[in-house]
């Protein structure tokens, strides 16, 4: 059973940083691909980046140059650091993950919400 617990959300002013985290466990398919999409309230769920067994990443045109993925696998935990936040990317954060779809077309931003395994989540507010 694969669990992803996601931490590190919080309260930032507008150009701030915020480094997420998301530990998971179970997960012991290595073609795997792991990520981060958020949602804010009244609006659809927003694919942010994604990561895959190895180490190939995918941003959303939204986030690039600002947000950077990784991963430890040494300590099964993906990383979102997201520097130079702004008021509009308010959300909640998920970490998704599936297995055997690392390399393939689905493994890319604009799919990390449809990944198969989510965790609760994680808010992030940004206040200008």
């Known amino acids: 059973q694969v669990q992803l617990v996601e931490s590190g959300g919080g309260s930032v002013q507008s150009g701030g940083s915020l480094r997420l985290s998301c530990a998971a466990s179970?997960?012991?398919?290595?073609?795997?691909?792991m990520g981060w999409f958020r949602q804010a309230p009244g609006k659809e769920r927003e694919g942010v980046a994604v990561i895959d067994s190895d180490d190939r990443t995918s941003y959303a045109d939204a986030v690039k140059g600002r947000f950077t993925i990784s991963q430890d696998k040494s300590k099964n935990t993906l990383y979102l650091q997201m520097n130079s936040l702004k008021p509009e990317e308010t959300a909640m954060y998920y970490c998704a993950a599936a297995p055997n779809l690392a390399g393939t077309t689905f493994c890319t931003a604009q799919y990390a919400h449809h990944l198969g395994y989510w965790g609760q989540g994680t808010q992030v507010t940004v206040s200008s």
């Open positions: 179970g997960m012991t398919n290595r073609r795997y691909c």
